[in-house]
């Protein structure tokens, strides 16, 4: 395989990565899935959402690396934004961080190409996802392939796919302040 046929999709919880694993599968892409998501809160929330993410790789027979859970790192970088609404500047950079990482392991394992399963969620804006995914891209010198897994009835695919392998369901984002609401 070539290395223009590999991806990497970062992966914020298993519910929104099932159907993005699929479509690369079916863009022909081999997929490698990166769990990196130190702004889930608390541990045990981030557990369960780890464990949905194993079995959907199971599922789709595609390797997942798992990052070191670091909730002081996604602290430390939305320091000053900790007052911000949801969908705001701190999810900005909530977003900017993980894409970096993501970034980060494409170079070090050499591959051109990520994602991300977060644009899948009717709750997540897809143009400015892409222009943080596309900005880092040019940045490490990658390629960010930004497909909005929504379209097509992504959302209602992956919810089929969750629900069928019995995955757990998160009822919030996923960091602390996301449960002020």
Known sequence: MQQEDKI???????ICSGYPISSLQDMGYSVTVYFYNPN???EEEYQKRLMAEQVLCRHFGVELIEAEYSPEEFYDFVKGFENEPEKGARCDKCFELRLI???ELCKKLSIKNFTTSIVISPHKNFKKLSLIGNAIAQEYELNYIDIDFKKKDGFLKTNKISKELELYRQNYCGCK???RK
């Open 8 to 14: 990497i999709l970062h992966a914020c919880c298993g």
């Open 177 to 179: 302040f996301s449960l």
């Open 40 to 42: 889930i809160y608390p």
């Open 101 to 103: 990482r993501t970034a």
